[in-house]
């Protein structure tokens, strides 16, 4: 395995360990807490998902690029899904996801929506796409 693909595939691990860290244990496991009003375990996760924006960015940026460099058609092709995705998640779900935070936090009822479903959606074709990129390379499908 060369230097390049053994970077590519670390930097897919530490992907899914963040996505799993934060999206799927952290930030519904802050929820348990009882002795944290709604509104402040609402805000919490709203700067950690600011937060967790940035690093996204960061190892989607190097993946695009280290898949580019490859020039593996389906690490690029899943580099670009993955791409769309976060920009997706981060650019258009998550405003809106604050902006209802928001309005909660200011106590006001807000109506039921599917946006968290479709985030959470998602995030799970995203730990896909990130599997089949890393083991593109193990089966001949660069």
């Known amino acids: 395995m060369t230097r390049g693909a053994t970077l590519f595939r670390t930097i897919v691990v530490l992907y899914i360990g963040v996505i799993l860290g934060v999206v799927l244990i952290a930030t519904p496991a802050k929820f348990l807490a009882p002795s944290v009003s709604e509104a402040e375990l609402l805000d919490v996760g709203r700067q950690t998902f600011r937060v967790f924006a940035w690093v ?29 995705i976060v920009l997706l998640q981060h650019l258009v779900l998550r405003p809106a996801l604050d902006a209802r935070v928001g309005r909660i936090m200011a106590g ?13 959606v998602c995030t799970f074709v995203k730990l896909i796409v990130l599997v089949v990129i890393a083991r593109a390379g193990r089966h001949g499908r660069r």
């Open 108 to 120: 006001e009822t807000v109506e039921p929506s599917m946006l968290h479903n479709l985030y959470a």
């Open 56 to 84: 996204e960015y960061a190892f989607t940026i190097v993946l695009v690029l280290l898949a580019a460099q490859a020039r593996g058609r389906v690490r690029i092709r899943g580099a670009v899904v993955l791409a769309v």
